[in-house]
């Protein structure tokens, strides 16, 4: 068993992602259903609710996680920027890694290393081309 974890220990990330966007999804579920509640008391008194309460019930239960991502308006540009300097640090470090075959694997960072460069590569385009696109 304890060479089941030696082995797959990296199982823990994607694990860790799929139990983080569940409980996510959990809240959102929580506020639609806590929303529909509080139309139902509106209801049942006869008042017309609230716009913006009405909004709440208009988005799908994941647009604020996809909003987040995407939106360069209201949270100024950071996460783009967060994402190239992420993608450009791992792909420099995966590269030392190549260039000093740490562990004896050289050819597998560097094929890292690449992709690291890549998504870089792709962050920055999408910084420097995508903000016209939204305004």
Do not use: C
Request: net charge negative; no cysteine; glycine share 10%.
């Amino acid at each position: 068993m304890e060479d089941l974890f030696r082995s797959y220990w990296w199982l823990l990330f994607p694990l860790g992602w799929f139990v983080s966007i569940g409980f996510s999804s959990l809240l959102n579920y929580r506020k639609q259903k806590d929303a529909l509640q509080l139309i139902r008391t509106y209801a049942e008194r006869g008042e017309q609710p609230p716009e913006a309460l009405m909004k709440v019930l208009d988005r799908p239960i994941d647009a604020e996680n996809e909003s987040r991502a995407y939106d360069y308006g209201s949270h100024g540009r950071n996460g783009p920027v967060f994402s190239l300097v992420l993608f450009t640090m791992l792909g420099a470090g995966f590269g030392y890694a190549s260039y000093a075959d740490i562990y004896g694997a050289g050819d597998a960072f560097l094929i890292v290393a690449f992709v690291m460069g890549a998504l870089a590569a792709a962050t920055l385009v999408s910084l420097l081309f995508g903000r016209s696109r939204q305004d």
